[in-house]
């Protein structure tokens, strides 16, 4: 079981590279904004090496390829940036997509009990992704399953372009 976030471990403010953004429907935007607003709330974000937060993060992408997590302490210094690779990601997001997109048009005409179908597997979806995340960033930044959720989220969120 994770321990409870302590002030210097956690994320005090985190942004998205928008530079390669064209539009967003209303739907992920209010994703991005909720994933934002609760992982502010509650996240334990504790990066290697004992630096002490809470921690301003920055997510972006580096040539589509190497999810980029910039990280600064809290007294503004930058610590190492963590890199991965989006390689064991990409099907998980454009599989997540596709549901979101299923579970959007669902809502709209759909009877509760397909909706709920659908939406159990999209939250199955965006469980694996957070596990796959907190995998990968395992010996480097520790987290725990709900920071990895809104994460997750948010690197979805950074492959759209419009």
């Known amino acids: 079981m994770d321990s409870p976030p302590r002030d210097d471990q956690r994320i005090g403010r985190i942004t998205l590279d928008e530079r390669l953004v064209i539009r967003r429907s209303a739907e992920i935007e209010h994703e991005r904004a909720v994933a934002i607003f609760d992982l502010l709330e509650a996240n334990r974000f504790v990066p290697q090496g004992g630096a002490k937060g809470p921690f301003d993060v920055h997510l972006g992408l580096r040539d589509g390829r190497s999810l980029v997590i910039e990280v600064s302490d809290a007294a503004a210094q930058p610590i ?24 959007f048009e669902a809502i709209k005409r759909a009877s509760p009990s397909q909706i709920e179908a ?21 010996g480097k930044v520790e987290i725990d399953l709900e920071t990895a959720r809104r994460l997750f989220t948010l690197i979805c969120v950074l492959h759209i372009r419009g």
């Open 80 to 103: 190492e940036p963590v890199i991965l690779p989006m390689s064991p990601f990409r099907t998980l997001i454009k599989d997540y997509f596709t549901i979101c997109e299923s579970y």
């Open 118 to 138: 659908i939406d159990m597997g999209r939250r199955g979806l965006h469980n694996e992704g957070s596990e796959v995340l907190r995998e990968r960033l395992a």
